[in-house]
C-alpha cells in the first residue's frame, strides 16, 4: 500500500520566509511524528500528534516552528521566518496506534530537504 | 543522563566479520524496542524489533537485557552492503513518544 508522502521534496527560502512542509501518513495510522536531521546529525525530535491527544510539542526549537494535523491525517509544519539554521531534512513518521504498553514501528516518508539561503 | 545512548562509532569491519552494537536506555518502564537502519541521506527504515526472548532475522540477531536496560545488535558475516547508520528506538507505549538513539555508524571494509 501507500507509504507515508512527504512535500515538497526539496525547497530553497530565503532568510525571513516562512515555509510550509506537509505529511500524509499511512491510512489508518493515528500516530504522526515531525523529526528533523542535520547532515551527519541524529534526528532531532520536533512533535508528536497522537489520535485526538494534545500534541507534544516539547521538541519544537522555538516558537516560530508550528505544526498541525488536520482530521487525523493530513500534517503541515510550518516555519515562520526561515534561519539558516533551519536547514536541514525534515523528516515525517507515522504509526498504528499504542497497544497498551506497546509502540508499533513507525515508517517514515522520503524528507523534505530544507536550504534557507 | 540522556533517554537512549549509542556509541556513534564509527564501527570499521572487514567483510565477514561479526560485529555487535548496543544501546542502552534510562526509564525501566520501556517497553518497546527496535533497530532501524538509515542509508547516507536516505529515511530511516525498520530493521528488526526486539523481543523480550530475543529474535532473529537470518545474519541480524536482537536480544534485550531488561536487567541492565540495553538492547544489542548482532550482524553475522557481514557484507558491504550493511554499512549504515543504525539506529535504535525505545517506547514507553501508551500516548507517550518513542526515543530514538543518535545512531552507531557501521563501514564495511572489502
Known amino acids: 500500500g501507500a507509504g507515508v508522502s512527504q512535500s515538497p521534496s526539496n525547497k530553497v527560502t530565503e532568510k525571513g520566509k516562512d515555509v510550509e512542509l506537509r505529511c500524509d501518513p499511512i491510512?489508518?495510522?493515528?500516530?504522526l511524528y515531525w523529526y528533523r536531521q542535520s547532515l551527519g546529525q541524529g534526528l532531532e525530535f520536533l512533535i508528536y500528534?497522537?489520535?485526538?491527544?494534545?500534541?507534544?510539542k516539547s521538541g519544537l526549537p522555538s516558537d516560530r516552528f508550528s505544526a498541525e494535523r488536520t482530521g487525523g491525517s493530513v500534517s503541515t509544519l510550518t516555519i515562520q521566518r526561515t534561519q539558516q539554521e533551519d536547514s536541514a531534512v525534515y523528516l515525517c513518521?507515522?504509526?498504528?496506534?499504542?497497544?497498551?504498553?506497546?509502540?508499533?514501528?513507525?515508517?517514515f516518508g522520503p524528507g523534505t530537504r530544507l536550504t534557507v539561503t | 543522563r540522556k533517554e537512549v545512548e549509542q556509541d556513534p562509532g564509527p564501527f570499521n569491519v572487514p567483510e565477514g566479520a561479526t560485529v555487535a552494537f548496543n544501546c542502552t536506555y534510562s526509564?525501566?518502564?520501556?517497553?518497546?524496542f527496535f533497530w532501524y537502519r538509515q542509508d547516507c541521506r536516505k529515511e530511516p527504515k525498520l530493521l528488526m524489533s526486539?523481543?523480550?526472548s530475543g529474535n532473529e532475522d537470518g545474519r541480524f540477531t536482537a536480544q534485550l537485557n531488561r536487567a541492565s536496560q540495553y538492547i544489542s545488535l548482532l550482524i553475522r558475516d557481514s557484507k558491504l552492503s550493511d554499512s549504515a547508520t543504525y539506529l535504535c528506538?525505545?517506547?514507553?507505549?501508551?500516548?507517550?513518544?518513542?526515543?530514538f538513539g543518535t545512531g552507531t555508524k557501521l563501514q564495511v571494509i572489502p
Open positions: 526509564n525501566s518502564a520501556s517497553q518497546s
Open positions: 526486539v523481543y523480550s
Open positions: 513518521a507515522s504509526s498504528s496506534p499504542p497497544r497498551g504498553q506497546v509502540n508499533y514501528e513507525q515508517y
Open positions: 528506538v525505545v517506547g514507553r507505549g501508551g500516548y507517550q513518544k518513542v526515543t
Open positions: 491510512s489508518g495510522h493515528t500516530a
Open positions: 500528534f497522537q489520535g485526538n491527544s494534545a500534541p507534544d
